[in-house]
């Protein structure tokens, strides 16, 4: 069953009045431990930063558990190089099994990801899929289903766009 269509929102253009996020440069840490999963999910993280005229960089990772980890080192990495991110995305899937692993890996990773976005500001989009089993991953990552990719980077540049608002960027 198909998710119903979303209005197209500030994030995606659609509103003059909001700053521009033209020519900002965004970083996706991508799990591709589900393939087919995670190239949905990046085709849509990858088209909303097209339509906002944003930049960015894709960073792989094994897994959901590796995001946090390897986010913290591309950011120091970007600061250090002067380069700076001005927001980031997290992708990816975790399937419940028949294990706790399913709400360590769930909740670790999510945990992690919010401590460090609320540490830096970061304008964050968290694009991990949690869910009871590849179908429904499936109908979630889908651009023309659930597009959650495209959700998660569309999070990032609202946030991006409301630190402009506010006066928060550097």
């Avoid at 198909?2 to 840490?29: C, Q």
């Avoid at 849509?44 to 897994?63: M, N, Q, S």
């Avoid at 023309?144 to 928060?168: F, T």
């Amino acid at each position: 069953m198909a998710a119903p269509s979303r209005p197209k929102d500030d994030a995606e253009g659609s509103n003059p009045a909001e700053p521009s996020a033209k020519g900002a440069s965004f970083l996706i840490v991508e799990a591709r431990f589900y393939d087919e999963i995670g190239k949905h999910l990046l085709e849509g993280a990858k088209r909303a930063f097209a339509l906002a005229e944003a930049r960015c960089d894709i960073l792989r990772v094994p897994g959901a558990l590796e995001i946090p980890i390897a986010l913290e080192m591309a950011l120091d990495a970007a600061e250090r190089a002067g380069r700076p991110y001005q927001g980031a995305v997290a992708l990816g899937c975790v399937i419940r099994g028949e294990t706790y692993h399913f709400e360590i890996v769930a909740g670790e990773s999510a945990r992690a990801l919010m401590g460090l976005a609320v540490a830096r500001k970061l304008a964050f989009g968290n694009g991990i899929l949690t869910v009871e089993d590849e179908t429904q991953a499936l109908v979630r990552a889908r651009c023309d289903e659930g597009d959650k990719g495209g959700d998660a980077a569309r999070a990032a540049l609202a946030l991006y766009r409301l630190k402009n608002v506010v006066g928060a960027v550097q």
